[in-house]
């Protein structure tokens, strides 16, 4: 540009940047708060990043879901990222509960976990499939203003998928190491 002349970005470029910022914002905030409720719950510091841990395995599908079809990071799918961030949670969640209520009831550690192996996976296969079909006509873009909301369908059902599936092996692995590392403090 001459001299003296000068360029600033706004209008739809702008409000892009602002919606990201608060989008990202949500997102920690919704990461924050899910850990406080997750430590007042199981009166443990540790154990809630076991559960928060499936969020890093809900972004593998989500970013191999949104390249497999071309769709872009945006507004939609951030926000897909952030109703994904309650939704998987709910999967260790009810594995990590289990555990913690069998060991309480004296079953040792590693029978605990193979019965929550057993006993929740069902219901965390069916909670995961009723999303997923529930969601696969607004990712296939059928319907009224389906093609706005197509990239937060398919945030959602990329990230639940891997989520579900990775969580079944590493909130177990996780679930042993952080044990044993409670046994040798202890």
Known sequence: LPPGVRGTIGGAT?????GLRGAAWSLLLSLLLVFLILAAQFESLRQPFIILFTVPLATIGVTLTLALTGQSVNLMSLTGLVVLVGIVVNDAIIKVDFINRRRAEGMPLLEAIEAAGRDRLRPILMTTVT????????????????????????????GLTSATLLTLIVVPVLYVLVAGSERRTL
Do not use: H, K
Not at 14 to 18: I, S, T, V
């Open 14 to 18: 702008d409000a892009f940047r602002e």
């Open 131 to 158: 999303t997923v079909l529930g969601l696969l006509p607004l990712a296939l873009g059928l319907g009224a203003g389906a093609a706005l909301q197509q990239p937060l369908a398919i945030t959602i059902i990329g």
